[in-house]
């Protein structure tokens, strides 16, 4: 007979393999032509709003894996609070201004300084769409949905007229201000750098002890006494005017052969070993303050320098003498303030000296170093010359270093708005937590902020000069430009003159004869990405300032974090932000930094052909994100694997509901078997779970949750035992309907909720749930529900069955290694049990030996009475032993009552019911 035709094998078009990188592009066109980003704001319109404002990458280059889990888990954000009673919309940025797109159109040939600046930047807008349109692609196939026909960007008219204003504004309140003082400046972009702009590298530097002669010790030290100075940058010598001291420190004059030095008092020993000083005397010791005045001859220059007192004198390193040239250095600037030292800067913005550096005008600073020191040597001026490995600043665009280079800047004042961005800070939410301490370090150590850049690509600094080189900065020239730069872009500035961009008549008392300028310089680009809250959250009307949430990598606390508070609260009072996420970066499999040079890096658009953006998606949402995370080939299998679990166990669920219509074959959940009622509950409990873990950001609790629930409670208990259930039964039986109505509820709520995870596999299975009536997954709403008091309690009921089942599959496997059995239904399982044990397994209300998968069950109370070769568990000890009786050829139990029914001797009695009641027409010949 072939009772094979009798069984209610699972049905379903849904396939096993997922084909993503053919399916998902065609999924993503399906998306576009049904508007589905509308249709969820459509479907929103009205609810609580939750804005995630998009921190713009920078236009350069196809998208990294940076990119990729950047924008990754904004969609899974976004579509998270889509589906959960938010409206959210998503509105995509990018930065565009700046050197990288210089630097690059240099790479291509074109010579800025052979056209004008509007030929220039029309170019460099030019290359910068087109690398937008890269990354738009880029990010699309991700599956990333956003309000891509309408992104903002940095270069469009209307962001720069609101940045102009964000600046008005600024200056108004009197925070914008030019002045020359050091400045990190990059020779390689000759363009000075804020803060944000610096990274750090190892360099080999020299290391000088130099003298210098007294030359009026003012009665405190001999006038034929040097002063110790060690610098790492001999090439700011020329710049010195001064040597520091710190005030409250020891100071000696000692003798050393036939010289006098002098040093500070708590470094003479470590200047002694490395200088070489085998005998010293001590002459005098005095205070860093009486050192205050007395001059010294620079060593190589008919200069003083001058001695001058300041805090920012150590005993880490040196001599306690502190060679001080205030264009070189921001300590340097601030101490000499108050003694109207001239700040000599005699180095260019190319790094090539000026005829401020007699005998090294012309040379490359580093250049100069060896020069110099050969020229110390020569005069007697230099006592030891060593080199050494240390961290040095550079640019982090072109990788060079940079310099502190005295130059007329314009400036923000942090200063004057410190503690009220630091008020700001603590009143946002922080995740991680550390992230608000980090924040307030750097806020509250750093200086004003360089706002001016000597570049051509960018938004220019809207001010104007009179005839004798007074800056104007007015509400009214503001005013009036804001709209200008509206209409035409910041291109404007560079094609008009500047009497043409002042309002109608105007005049200023700096220019008596009604001739002005302009500034040439334009502004940092962070002062550009930190203007976006006025530009995009305050410019439309459908998002709201301050945004629930930025969210970028850890890299933008010095960034972007950082900019747009400074500008929130200049202009507002307030932070524009009320809660940030930071990310870690993405290394390779060792955990290196991804290089080109290394050929270490790993391509989302191959990753997306190989395997599909749903596989790249799961690899964010496994990933512990907010520290540094690793990807290679081997994750990516580990992830892909757990893929093909969750997908194969959709496939089963959809092929054992294919009969099912939840409308009429549903069961009220009062009417399900018990174990049906736990694993419902156990699901719904998952179900708040994953909800939680979303609401706070945590995927990687969503990823395990959810392969931990389909791998261990689906596929290793549940539906390993509802074959015979579902395979076997009647199709309209009790216990079919009640079983398939978990599947089918779980089917529908499992692939709600893996929706942000996993869109086009969700919307793909969506596609099978031929009852649902919406177009799409993402237009439905998570169904949460609550957990009664009975639920809680059957859960607790389940869990202790279920570690007696886990004691049970022990003692089977041991069985089967014995070779006592083979598949688990040829076994009979007696439970010695404690008599709480024995009453858990009576009151479980459902046949204890199918949710064992075995063919016959006792239980005996008293583990006492257990043979010593029992498997053990707490209160429990089993035995497994063959079960008595024939295998039912359909349903492969082992019975006694094989055999019993005349037209079907090798089947079982339920079995062979089931036979004659609904397949008596179905021919069953072989």
Not at 638 to 647: H, L, P, S
Request: net charge negative; glycine share 6%; charged share 25%.
């Amino acid at each position: 007979m072939e009772y094979k035709k009798t069984l209610l094998m699972p049905k379903t078009a849904f396939p096993m393999r997922g084909g993503l990188p053919n399916k998902e592009p065609k999924m993503q066109e399906d998306w576009a032509a049904m508007n589905l980003y509308e249709a969820v704001q459509e479907k929103n319109a009205g609810k609580p709003t939750f804005i995630l404002h998009d921190g713009p990458p920078y236009a350069n280059g196809a998208i990294h894996t940076g990119h990729a889990m950047n924008k990754i888990i904004k969609d899974m954000i976004v579509r998270y609070k889509g589906m959960s009673g938010y409206s959210s919309p998503y509105v995509p940025g990018w930065d565009t201004h700046g050197l990288p797109i210089e630097q690059q159109l240099a790479k291509k040939g074109v010579k800025r300084k052979e056209m004008s600046p509007v030929e220039f930047r029309e170019l460099c807008e030019k290359y910068a769409r087109e690398q937008i349109d890269i990354q738009r692609t880029g990010f699309k196939r991700l599956g990333v949905q956003a309000e891509w026909d309408n992104p903002y960007i940095t270069l469009d008219p209307v962001f720069e007229s609101n940045e102009i204003k964000v600046f008005g504004q600024m200056a108004e309140k009197g925070y914008i201000y030019r002045g020359k003082k050091p400045v990190y400046w990059s020779p390689s972009s000759e363009s000075a750098l804020a803060e944000a702009e610096i990274e750090y590298a190892d360099v080999t530097s020299p290391s000088l002890y130099v003298a210098f002669n007294v030359k009026d010790g003012k009665g405190i030290v001999d006038n034929d006494a040097e002063f110790v100075i060690w610098t790492t940058t001999p090439w700011t010598l020329p710049a010195n005017v001064a040597i520091s001291v710190n005030p409250a420190f020891n100071y000696v004059e000692v003798a050393v052969a036939d010289r006098k030095f002098i040093v500070a008092e708590g470094l003479l020993p470590a200047v002694s070993e490395t200088l070489g000083w085998e005998e010293t005397t001590v002459l005098k010791t005095f205070k860093g303050s009486e050192l205050e005045y007395v001059t010294a001859q620079h060593p190589f220059y008919d200069r003083d320098s001058l001695l001058i007192v300041g805090d920012h004198v150590t005993l880490d390193a040196g001599s306690g003498c502190v060679h001080t040239a205030p264009g070189h250095g921001e300590d340097d600037y601030f101490a000499s303030l108050s003694y109207k030292l001239e700040v000599i800067s005699p180095v260019d913005g190319r790094g090539i000296y000026t005829d401020e550096a007699p005998g090294f005008e012309g040379v490359y600073y580093e250049k100069a170093n060896p020069m110099i020191i050969e020229l110390l040597e020569e005069k007697g001026r230099l006592l030891k010359l060593d080199y050494f490995s240390h961290s040095y600043p550079h640019d982090w665009r072109t990788k060079k270093p940079v310099i502190y280079r005295a130059t007329p800047q314009w400036f923000a004042s942090i200063d004057a708005f410190r503690e009220e961005i630091l008020e700001a800070i603590a009143g946002v939410d922080w995740v991680p937590a550390w992230g608000e301490q980090r924040l307030h370090n750097m806020v509250r150590d750093r200086g004003d902020w360089v706002i001016s850049r000597q570049r051509a690509w960018g938004v220019p600094l809207p001010i104007f000069y009179g005839e004798n080189g007074d800056a104007i900065i007015t509400k009214e020239t503001i005013a009036h430009l804001v709209p200008l730069f509206r209409e035409y872009g910041s291109n404007v500035w560079f094609a008009r003159e500047a009497k043409d961009l002042l309002p109608e008549g105007f005049t200023h008392p700096s220019s008596p004869n009604g001739t002005f300028t302009k500034e040439t310089d334009i502004m940092d680009v962070w002062f550009d990405s930190g203007s976006s809250h006025e530009g995009v959250l305050n410019e439309r009307d459908y998002l709201s300032r301050p945004a629930d949430l930025y969210f970028e990598g850890s890299d933008q606390y010095r960034g972007w974090f950082n900019s747009s508070i400074t500008t929130g609260v200049a202009i507002n009072g307030k932070s524009p932000y009320k809660q940030i996420l930071s990310h870690g970066m993405v290394l390779d499999g060792k955990g290196r930094k991804m290089s080109k040079s290394i050929g270490n890096t790993v391509d989302p658009n191959k990753i997306m052909n190989q395997m599909g953006a749903d596989i790249l998606r799961l690899w964010v949402s496994s990933s512990d994100y907010q520290a540094d995370v690793r990807i290679s080939d081997d994750i990516l299998k580990q992830v892909a694997d757990v893929y093909r679990k969750i997908r194969n166990t959709f496939r089963f669920l959809l092929g054992n509901t294919s009969d099912f219509n939840p409308t009429t074959d549903a069961v009220a959940y009062d009417k399900l078997s018990e174990a049906d009622q736990y694993m419902l509950a156990t699901y719904n409990r998952l179900a708040r779970q994953i909800d939680e873990a979303y609401n706070k950001y945590e995927f990687s609790t969503v990823y395990r949750a959810v392969n931990n629930f389909v791998t261990t409670d689906l596929s290793n208990f549940y539906l390993d035992f509802a074959k015979d259930v579902v395979y076997i039964e009647a199709e309209e039986s009790a216990a079919r309907r009640s079983m398939q109505t978990v599947f089918y509820t779980i089917a529908k709520g499992l692939t709600q909720l893996l929706a942000p995870l996993l869109p086009h596999t969700a919307d793909e299975i969506w596609s099978y749930l031929e009852f649902e009536t919406a177009k799409s997954v993402h237009l439905t709403d998570f169904e949460l529900v609550a957990e009664t008091a009975e639920q809680t309690q059957l859960i607790e009921k389940w869990t202790r069955f279920m570690t007696l089942r886990d004691v049970v599959q022990k003692a089977l496997e041991e069985a089967r290694n014995e070779k006592l059995i083979g598949k688990s239904l040829m076994a009979k399982v007696t439970i010695y049990a404690d008599q709480a044990t024995s009453d858990l397994i009576n009151s479980i209300n459902n046949d204890v030996k199918q949710l064992l998968i075995v063919s016959d069950f006792e239980v005996v109370v008293g583990t006492e009475n257990a043979p010593e070769t029992a498997t053990k568990g707490d209160n429990v000890a089993v035995v497994v032993t063959a079960a008595t009786g024939e295998t039912c050829e359909r349903c492969r139990v082992v019975k006694t009552d094989v055999g019993t029914h005349a037209e079907h001797p090798t089947l079982c009695g339920n079995c062979a019911s089931i036979v004659e009641e609904h397949y008596a027409d179905v021919d069953l010949e072989a």
